[in-house]
């Protein structure tokens, strides 16, 4: 399984600002995750929007080799 994550960091427009609680323009972080298969086709797509003022993103992963 392969795992990819983007995490831009755009400002908040105003739609977005309300449904998290926060202020037009604030910034955000911006989260993109494609899965794939180990064929390489994708299985995942989401999109998701989260507040930077009260967000921490860990990533830990492990492999087997």
């Given at each position: 399984e392969v795992r990819q994550f983007r995490l831009p960091l755009p400002s908040a427009g105003e739609s977005l600002a309300k449904r998290l609680g926060t202020d037009t323009g604030a910034p955000l972080l911006k989260r993109k995750r494609y899965v794939y298969d180990p064929g390489g086709?994708?299985?995942?797509?989401?999109?998701?929007y989260y507040r930077s003022d009260s967000f921490v993103y860990i990533v830990e992963s492990e492999r087997d080799i």
């Open positions: 086709r994708p299985i995942e797509y989401n999109v998701s």
